[in-house]
């Protein structure tokens, strides 16, 4: 398939090639976040006058249609298109013509996938807030029906003093609320614009910086365009902010684990939850909170692949920083 910029090449990309450099496999999942912004651009370029009326409601309704026939599972994005930005751009001016290509006037899809990451983490992190709060509904029930349920606490994994199982269950609750304490402080960190820094420079085309940050939702804009399409730091600390989430769940994992034991016998697994075996009946396993404990190590593992994706990167972007996305999409599936 013919790139955008494809006319000063000769030849066509060696095939290995075109599939290593694709992101549209994983990608996919920002389609929405990608229409979403590309409304707003058009919107923006209306306003400043760089497209007519006509133009910028013909792009619109296109991506309207863009959206419905991916809803309605009628329209898949993926291969030959290199990444979910192209595949929009190749499908939308397929449905109304060459107005489509002038979309991406005063845009670059570095500005771009960075608005889309942004966007796409800040509504994931609206979610697990939403999760974290379940979460602690639940322990705190327990909590209260147990005020004066005694457990040993212990330290050094000693018997130490006698505790009520509601003050062992509230320490959970504080940690879950610092981590949404903490969820919220990345969350301002994401949610500022990078549209309108393009490739690196800005443009010279008349954009309107603050329309597109309001009207997507962004609290700010970035002062530097050149920062705004290179910060990757918002990627490391939700990965980071959430290692920490994890080791909290993993840590009561671990503690599920101990009490449904013989030896502790503090709590039985009800059968809704855990598994058996045929050769050794007298067995339930609590794989769920074994694999919550595994997990976490997926986890530590994708914030060490960000720390290690970013560092040394030189200014601005650099194709390195395509490799944020599976991490971060699989932070939050883990979680
Ligand atoms: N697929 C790319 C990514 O995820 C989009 C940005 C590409 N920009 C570029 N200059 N090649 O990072």
Redo the contacts with the bound molecule.
């Keep these: 398939m013919a790139k955008v910029w494809s006319k000063r090449f000769d030849s066509t990309l060696n095939p290995f090639i075109e599939k290593f450099n ?3 496999g994983f ?1 996919k999942t920002l389609i929405l976040e990608d229409i979403e912004c590309s409304i707003a651009h058009a919107k923006m370029l209306c306003k400043t006058q760089v497209l007519s009326l006509k133009e910028t409601s013909q792009i619109i309704s296109g991506l309207d249609t863009i959206k419905i026939e991916f809803l309605e599972g009628k329209f898949c994005p993926g291969a030959p298109s ?5 595949c929009i751009e190749e499908k939308l001016i397929g449905l109304i013509g060459d107005t489509g290509k002038k979309l991406h006037t005063g845009r ?3 500005d ?2 960075g608005a889309d ?1 942004r966007i796409w983490l800040r509504k994931a992190i609206d979610n697990l807030d939403l999760l974290i709060i379940d979460l602690q509904k639940s322990m705190f029930n327990i909590a209260k029906a147990n005020v004066y349920t005694l457990i040993p606490g212990y330290t050094h994994m000693q018997r130490a003093q006698p505790v009520s199982l509601a003050h062992h269950m509230m320490a959970y609750l504080e940690m879950f609320e610092r981590d949404r304490e903490r969820l919220k402080e990345v969350r301002a960190r994401v949610n500022i614009s990078p549209l309108g820094a393009a ?1 690196l420079a800005g443009t010279k085309i008349k954009i309107d910086r603050f329309f597109t940050a309001e009207e997507l939702g962004f609290e700010k804009i970035y002062k530097n365009s050149i920062d705004a399409v290179s910060d990757r730091d918002f990627c490391v600390e939700f990965v980071s902010a959430s290692a920490l989430l994890m080791s909290h769940l993993s840590k009561i994992s671990e503690e599920i684990i101990l009490w449904v034991t013989d030896e502790f016998s503090f709590a039985n697994l009800t059968d809704k939850c855990a598994t058996g075996s045929s050769l050794m009946p007298q067995k339930k396993n609590p794989d769920v909170p074994e694999l919550i404990r595994g997990k976490t190590g997926r986890v530590y593992g994708h914030l060490q692949a960000l720390l290690t994706m970013i560092k040394g990167v030189p200014l601005s ?1 650099n ?1 390195d ?5 599976e991490p971060i999409f699989d932070t939050v599936e883990t979680i």
């Design positions: 694709a992101s549209i990608d290199e990444d979910i930005h192209y670059s899809r570095n771009q996938v990451l490739a972007y194709k920083f395509q490799e944020d996305k």
